[in-house]
């Protein structure tokens, strides 16, 4: 079965300072990765996915996050952080050609102080 | 475009109360259909999935239910409310496919009192 830890669980930053959430999973078999955000009081929002091809993926917001296969990471960056990126961050997995369950990490709470 | 409807936004009901809460779907056919139940500053625990009407499968045994009478619409119910049923509940759905994200609706804060 996979499984998916979010290293911090929380991880403040003052604003305009870069930031780093991490993610690692572990899976027998090949997957694809997700990073999802959640606003107070909101449902989780797609922010990117990983799914073949360049393992570099880009949000429209200003979030990249690269996979990693030798490593099994997935951690997402940002070089320039604002008030309004205040949320938690959760990323999961899918395993290819199985379950239809996603497997999703406990969740970073990103706080960004002005 | 697909959009994901859950209601009601927030609930407040007394222990041994019923409950039902309510998620559609409209723009896409046949979806797994996912309801999720988040606790105060913690991740996400599945509670039911469902691939097809009629068909649900249960995560976490408890005293809730769910039910999918249509194609797009699926229902989170419980006969008797516990106080540890509180939470926030998020319904889910997604196409088939394990490269499909999940699509989240805005999700039901239930305080039961």
């Known amino acids: 079965a996979q499984s998916v830890t979010q290293l911090d669980s929380q991880v403040p930053v003052f604003e305009e300072a870069p930031v780093e959430l991490r993610c690692n999973y572990s899976?027998?078999?090949?997957?694809?990765l997700f990073w999802y955000v959640q606003y107070p009081n909101q449902g989780l929002q797609l922010l990117l996915k990983?799914?073949?091809?360049?393992?570099l993926v880009e949000s429209i917001n200003g979030f990249e996050a690269e996979f990693n296969k030798s490593q099994t990471s997935f951690h997402l960056r940002k070089p320039s952080v604002h008030i309004s990126d205040t949320a938690e961050y959760f990323c999961a997995v899918r395993i290819t050609g199985g379950s239809y369950i996603p497997t999703f990490g406990r969740g970073t709470s990103l706080i960004v102080h002005p | 475009s697909q959009t994901i409807h859950q209601w009601p936004a927030t609930l407040v009901q007394p222990v041994g109360s019923p409950l039902s809460l309510e998620c559609t779907v409209e723009?896409?056919?046949?979806?797994?259909l996912y309801w999720y139940r988040q606790a105060a500053g913690r991740g996400l625990q599945l509670l039911f999935y469902?691939?097809?009407?009629?068909?649900i499968s249960s995560e976490v045994p408890q005293n809730l239910s769910a039910s999918r009478p249509q194609d797009r619409q699926f229902i989170l119910s419980s006969k008797k409310l516990l106080l540890s049923d509180s939470g926030f509940y998020l319904c889910?759905?997604?196409?088939?496919?394990?490269?499909?994200?999940?699509?989240f609706g805005n999700g039901t804060r239930l305080t039961v009192t």
């Open positions: 889910a759905w997604s196409a088939t496919g394990g490269y499909a994200p999940l699509h």
């Open positions: 469902s691939v097809g009407i009629g068909q």
């Open positions: 899976s027998s078999v090949s997957v694809y």
């Open positions: 723009g896409t056919s046949n979806p797994n």
């Open positions: 990983y799914l073949s091809g360049s393992t």
